[in-house]
């Protein structure tokens, strides 16, 4: 019989099954926006039919950004949030509209676990063997049983009854020629083949059931597929076939193969493929199914919101629509809202149209021990039935009448730890306080607060249209009260350490380690602007900071709005003795703010070059630009000035005199140029001291 080579259209693609739990938390993670690039990586490697469609809608998209050394992580840098939302609800739409068998379910979670398995062990394999792309060698383990699951999407009756077996196979190859005029090793490879990666991916998941003496001398990434098969056929046990595939394709001793199976099994035996009857797996993914619905719902809900909120024409519409939102979806009697003026630590009341002039009276300072400024400062949701009457300020029992219920439930408004207001609501007994801590009421909050970042920055009637410049009062309270949370951070951070010796997670805990320290730094600066702060010099490699910079804003700054970033560094460029905190601060914030200023597909340019003035002083330059409308000529002169507002025009963010003054206290300068034609550039150089 002559095999009939399969082509994986778009319609096969969408209709892929992922696993249900793991399509929850990929949908909830997208739509919450409350993950890191790791996490959501870290979530999508649980899942080879969703890495299939990153990696399909990445090389249709962008094709040569897609690094084959590491597939996933590139593919999710190139593709924007709502792409990746988009697939999400996509695979929440094919798992919900399919009625599924508890047969079927079974062997979706044997599916799973296999490819679970193959993933776990290339990757430890990978590491052993110091393979110098451990991410290709993981997902070319996660996604040898590829094509199974192509077969299995199509028709999961036709493939559970005629074929049975999650795991590959020449057998099942076989059985699926007869019942599909084509086998899972082909689907895979015209799958992947179709991606056209420089990687040999297709070739070690097409050849991995050739015998070991055949693939003794291939490349490594097709010998870690081959050996990865030889353990999913004996995940939990150690045999004379695996032991000897382990020496012949790795030169591995029984005790190497003994250590290698113990520190996969470790990561893959919570993952049995199957646990407990098949009712109960069915019921399960009933539970997925209707989380999946409900999250496809509340998407649709907040999108709706979004749009209402857009259509606000000012701060009193913006307001009214707001409150109608939240008084439409809770039990609150009233809504009031207050905006944060940070520069003097303000609460102020904001009255929609249909409220009473008496909320702008309403007023009370950000220290105070109302249950608002305690909610904002917490960035949680507070009530007055965790407190005794007695115990409530005049303020909070104020407010209480003005929101016409028994008690008050008070939320703050915050976009990226930025406090821009709160809002009191009037509510009745303590469930239905606690209510506005459910998932549903935390994306309307957080769609509000979006909505209310925007707004405050068209709008400069609102106080928090100027960002905080310097509060010597509060700053140096606030880092009084930060400093405690974050020892208790670092001490976690030590217990946890323990807890993950011999994984490969440990290297997270430096970077938050080293994220904390910066915040410590960051603070300890701002405590005395005046003065320079006591922050060590230390020399820094200036091309290493800026990629290390852009690295750190491209998922949340960069992809959203698929802005270009393009980079011409000056690779003889001397390390520099300066102070690091303070260079990478200010390169955020230029970023941040060229990012800010630009429309969707705009350009960044960043470049470096080491000169000498006519002095004889040495410079390194960072040069930040961006292919914007430029900056008001009006502006420009006094762009570092204290009282310089760029609200309503361009580069907006941490106010530009802040940044000159950490320049200053650095040594270095700055300077601006900009125009409608070209943009606009900022280039920081900074002093290189022969020694």
């Not at 005029?181 to 040999?200: K, N, R, T, Y």
């Not at 007994?429 to 068209?458: D, G, H, I, R």
């Not at 010099?537 to 949340?556: G, M, Q, W, Y």
Request: charge should be negative; aromatic fraction near 6%; include cysteine.
């Amino acid at each position: 019989m002559s095999a009939v080579r399969p082509q994986i259209s778009e319609r096969e693609m969408g209709h892929l099954f992922s696993a249900p739990h793991v399509a929850v938390q990929i949908l909830w993670a997208c739509h919450a926006a409350v993950f890191s690039p790791q996490d959501l990586r870290k979530l999508i490697l649980q899942d080879s039919a969703f890495c299939a469609k990153i990696l399909n809608a990445a090389v249709k998209s962008c094709p040569e950004r897609v690094d084959p050394s590491a597939p996933l992580s590139s593919s999710l840098e190139c593709l924007s949030l709502p792409v990746i939302k988009s697939l999400a609800i996509q695979s929440a739409q094919r798992l919900v509209e399919t009625n599924f068998t508890a047969a079927h379910v079974k062997f979706m979670r044997e599916l799973s676990f296999y490819s679970q398995v193959g993933s776990i062990t290339s990757l430890c394999l990978a590491e052993s063997i110091a393979y110098p792309d451990p991410e290709e060698a993981q997902l070319a383990g996660l996604l040898f049983n590829i094509g199974m699951l192509t077969l299995f999407s199509k028709n999961p009756e036709r493939y559970r009854n005629d074929i049975g077996s999650a795991l590959s196979s020449r057998e099942v190859r076989g059985r699926e020629q007869i019942s599909f005029e084509s086998d899972h090793l082909q689907a895979a490879d015209a799958l992947i083949s179709g991606w056209q990666l420089d990687s040999f991916m297709a070739d070690a998941i097409n050849f991995m059931h050739l015998d070991i003496d055949q693939c003794r001398d291939s490349p490594p990434l097709i010998r870690i597929v081959r050996l990865s098969l030889e353990i999913c056929r004996s995940p939990f046990a150690l045999n004379d076939e695996l032991l000897s595939a382990a020496e012949k394709l790795f030169n591995l001793t029984k005790s190497d193969t003994e250590y290698l199976l113990k520190r996969v099994e470790n990561q893959y035996r919570s993952l049995s493929p199957f646990n407990g009857n098949q009712e109960d797996c069915l019921e399960e993914v009933g539970q997925a199914q209707k989380r999946l619905t409900s999250l496809v719902f509340s998407i649709a809900d907040q999108e709706g919101v979004r749009s209402q909120l857009a259509d606000s024409d000012g701060v009193e519409t913006f307001v009214g629509t707001s409150r109608h939102l939240y008084l439409h979806n809770s039990a609150a009697q009233e809504a009031v809202f207050f905006t944060v003026d940070l520069q003097n630590s303000i609460l102020s009341g904001w009255p929609s149209r249909e409220q009473t002039r008496l909320i702008r009276e309403f007023k009370t300072p950000l220290s105070s021990r109302s249950l608002l400024a305690e909610a904002l400062l917490s960035g949680k949701v507070r009530h007055s039935f965790a407190r005794d009457s007695y115990d409530l300020s005049l303020f909070d029992r104020q407010l209480i009448r003005l929101c016409k219920g028994r008690g008050i439930a008070c939320l703050p408004l915050q976009v990226k730890g930025q406090l821009l207001g709160g809002i009191a609501l009037g509510v009745d007994n303590t469930s239905e306080a606690e209510s506005f801590a459910a998932p549903q009421m935390q994306l309307l909050n957080w769609s509000v607060a979006k909505s209310l970042a925007s707004l405050t920055a068209l709008r400069p009637e609102l106080p928090t249209a100027e960002p905080v410049s310097g509060n010597t009062d509060l700053i140096p309270k606030l880092a009084h009260e930060i400093s405690n949370p974050l020892t208790i951070i670092n001490n976690y951070i030590s217990v946890v350490g323990t807890l993950l010796e011999g994984t490969e997670n440990t290297e997270i805990l430096p970077a938050i380690e080293n994220e904390i320290n910066r915040i410590r730094e960051i603070l300890r600066y701002y405590t005395d602007l005046k003065d320079t702060p006591q922050l060590p010099d230390a020399e820094i490699a200036p091309n290493e900071l800026v990629l290390s910079v852009i690295e750190s804003l491209k998922l949340t700054f960069f992809t959203p709005k698929k802005i270009e970033i393009s980079e011409n560094f000056d690779t003889s460029i001397r390390p520099v003795k300066t102070k690091p905190v303070v260079i990478k601060q200010i390169l955020v914030n230029l970023l941040k703010n060229a990012a800010e200023a630009l429309d969707k597909g705009g350009k960044i340019s960043l470049s470096t070059r080491e000169h000498r003035t006519s002095d004889g002083q040495h410079y390194v330059e960072i040069c930040v630009q961006d292919n914007g409308p430029g900056i008001d000529k009006k502006i420009q002169d006094r762009l570092f000035c204290p009282v310089t507002s760029t609200k309503g025009g361009e580069h907006a963010g941490l106010g530009l005199n802040i940044i000159k003054g950490m320049v200053d206290d650095i040594g270095a300068k700055i300077s601006c140029h900009s125009s409608a034609d070209f943009g606009t550039s900022f280039k920081l150089v900074i002093p290189i001291f022969d020694e």
